[in-house]
Structures are given as C-alpha cells and as structure tokens.
C-alpha cells in the first residue's frame, strides 16, 4: 500500500531555564493513502508539536519526513509552502476562518491560490459545503454560523484542494458533546469520500475509537 506519511526518528527538544525539555523522542509513523490514524494523548504530550512537525509549520526537528515519497524536512520555504500548498490540508480546534469573506469565499480563496479557475473553485465550494449540510449557508459570514457550521466549513476549506493528507488538531475541541460527534462523523465521511489520508489529533478515546487507527503519544514516544 502506497505511503502518503514516513516518519523517521522526529526529535523536538526545547531549552527552558537552562533545562532541555524533550518533547518528541525520535517518533516513528506511517500512514497510508486513504488511511485515517488517530494520535491519541493527553494535553501536553507532543501530538500538537508533531503536528506542526508533519505540517511543515516550524523548524527545529531532527529527523525525517517523508510526503508522497518527497523528503520534506530539509526542504527550504518556498518548498515547504509548495507541500503545504498542494499536498496537506489543515483543520484546528478553532476554525480560523476569514470574518470579511462568506462560508463559501472560504473555501473559494485557497482553490484560487492553488491555481484554480473562479467557476470551478465556485462549484467545487458548494459542493463541499453541501455535502456538509451548509447547503443554505454558502452567502453567510462566519459571525452568522453556529459553531459547528463555522467548523464543517473548516473542513470543506480542508478538502478544498483535494489534499493526499489532512492533519486535524482536536477538530472538535471546540464543540459541545452532541455536535462534535455530528461533525466528527462528517468529517470522516468527506475524508473517505475525498480519497485522502487523515491524521488527526484528539485526547478524545471515543473520537479515537472511529477511526482506522491508533496510535497513542505518551511523553514524546509513540505507543
């Protein structure tokens, strides 16, 4: 089976007070194409830092990452946004999403940076937003969307570039019990219908529990 996702040896270490805090301790992940692998761990045990490590975010790891087979650590900046850009889509606990533009200019802009044409970047957010059930909301700004509905366009604005790996940092973190579980369940849906690979953060066991996969992070080590 293809690998989307190789990790080899990841360290990250932090100096604080004259003391080394290490948090991730040489980590080793696959995922493959179509999988979706839970990182499971309480707060503060590196799945956030590893994250940002798979996501190309921040420097100052040791080790190796593999994208679709592309050697993505050493890369310069140019390089890392080109992965970022064209490879991996990115949902976080708070939806970050743009206040001046609607539900369906969200998930427009990042087809339009890609490359896209406006008409088909148009087609391709109203789908993805109603197959999210946004399907009345695409003209309303993200002050006007409920919390969830704020998140599901989160994640169309994910899927937007047809991403081989999604990277999802406790998705639904922000939301209420009962809601979480409708758009986590979305989510996973859209993924699997998309064809793409998923990593996906969470300290939640009954989240973890859906998906293919899990792997658990315990004091920068994986279990």
Same mark, same amino acid.
């Given at each position: $089976?293809?690998?989307?996702?190789?990790? @080899?040896?990841?360290?990250?270490?932090?100096?604080?007070?004259?003391?080394?805090?290490?948090?991730?301790?040489?980590?080793?992940?696959?995922?493959?194409?179509?999988?979706?692998?839970? %990182?499971?761990?309480?707060?503060?045990?590196?799945?956030?830092?590893?994250?940002?490590? *798979?996501?190309?975010?921040?420097?100052g790891f040791e080790g190796s990452i593999r994208i679709n087979g592309?050697?993505?650590?050493? =890369?310069?900046?140019?390089?890392?946004?080109?992965? @970022?850009?064209?490879?991996?889509?990115?949902?976080?606990?708070?939806?970050?999403?743009?206040?001046?533009?609607?539900?369906?200019?969200?998930?427009? =802009?990042?087809? %339009?940076?890609?490359?896209?044409?406006? *008409?088909?970047? @148009?087609?391709?957010?109203?789908?993805?937003?109603?197959? %999210?059930?946004?399907?009345?909301?695409?003209?309303?700004?993200?002050?006007?969307?409920?919390?969830?509905?704020?998140?599901?366009?989160?994640?169309?604005?994910?899927?937007?570039?047809?991403?081989? =790996?999604?990277?999802?940092?406790?998705?639904?973190? &922000?939301?209420?019990?009962?809601t979480a579980d409708i758009v986590f369940a979305e989510f996973l849906? =859209?993924?699997? &219908?998309?064809?793409?690979?998923?990593?996906?953060?969470?300290? &939640?066991? @009954?989240?973890?529990?859906? $998906?293919?996969?899990?792997?658990?992070?315990?004091?920068?080590?994986?279990?």
């Amino acid at each position: $089976m293809n690998k989307v996702l190789e990790v @080899r040896g990841l360290q990250r270490s932090f100096q604080q007070g004259g003391v080394t805090i290490h948090v991730l301790r040489g980590v080793n992940l696959d995922v493959a194409q179509g999988e979706i692998v839970a %990182l499971l761990g309480p707060s503060g045990s590196g799945k956030s830092t590893l994250l940002q490590a *798979v996501g190309l975010l921040e420097g100052g790891f040791e080790g190796s990452i593999r994208i679709n087979g592309e050697e993505a650590a050493q =890369l310069d900046n140019d390089g890392r946004t080109r992965v @970022r850009r064209d490879v991996l889509g990115f949902v976080y606990q708070f939806h970050h999403l743009l206040p001046d533009f609607n539900a369906s200019e969200n998930v427009i =802009l990042p087809q %339009l940076i890609h490359g896209a044409e406006p *008409v088909p970047a @148009r087609e391709r957010a109203e789908s993805l937003l109603s197959s %999210l059930g946004l399907e009345h909301r695409l003209t309303h700004r993200p002050s006007q969307l409920s919390g969830g509905e704020q998140q599901r366009v989160a994640v169309a604005r994910a899927l937007a570039n047809r991403p081989s =790996l999604v990277l999802a940092d406790e998705p639904t973190g &922000n939301l209420d019990e009962a809601t979480a579980d409708i758009v986590f369940a979305e989510f996973l849906s =859209l993924v699997r &219908n998309e064809g793409s690979a998923a990593l996906v953060a969470t300290h &939640n066991e @009954r989240i973890a529990g859906k $998906m293919d996969r899990v792997l658990r992070l315990h004091e920068g080590v994986l279990e």
